[in-house]
C-alpha cells in the first residue's frame, strides 16, 4: 500500500521555524516529484512549493520564497520543507503529495495533480 505521511507540525511564536519530514513507504520517490501544499481554515488548498524528480529543481509560491526550503531524500525516501521565520498567516494544516514523473523528470510544479496525498500535519503560528 503507497504511504505518504508527515511528520514535523506544532505550534511555534511568529519568527520560529520548523521542519516537516515527508515519509513514502510502499513505493519510491526516485519517481515521483513531490509537492507540499497547505489549507487554512476557511480557504483553499494551496500549492507551496515542489521539487523535480531530478536536479533537485524546486519552485516556491511568492508567499513562501526565502523562507521555505524544499528538499529529499532518495536513498530514505522522504522529502522535507524547511520553514523558517514563520507568520501567523502561515498557519494551516500542510500535505505533502507526490505525482509519478516519468516523462517530465526536472519538471514541477505545487499545483499538479498529484497521485498520492499525505494526511497532512497542523502548523500553527502564533504568539
Known amino acids: 500500500q503507497a504511504l505518504l505521511v508527515e511528520s514535523g507540525g506544532g505550534s511555534v511564536q511568529p519568527g520560529g521555524s520548523l521542519t516537516l519530514s515527508c515519509a513514502a513507504s510502499g513505493f519510491s520517490l526516485d ?13 483553499e488548498r ?6 523535480s524528480r531530478k536536479d533537485g529543481i524546486t519552485r516556491y509560491t511568492d508567499s513562501v520564497k526565502g523562507r521555505f526550503t524544499i528538499s529529499r531524500d532518495n536513498a530514505k525516501n522522504m522529502a522535507f520543507l524547511q520553514m523558517n521565520n514563520l507568520k501567523p498567516e502561515d498557519t494551516a494544516i500542510y500535505y505533502c503529495a507526490a505525482v509519478l514523473a516519468a516523462t517530465a523528470p526536472y519538471y514541477c510544479t505545487p499545483v499538479d495533480n498529484f497521485d498520492y496525498w499525505g494526511q497532512g500535519t497542523q502548523v500553527t503560528v502564533s504568539s
Open 31 to 43: 519517481y515521483y516529484a513531490i509537492g507540499w501544499l497547505r489549507q487554512a481554515p476557511g480557504k
Open 46 to 51: 494551496e500549492g507551496i512549493s515542489c521539487i
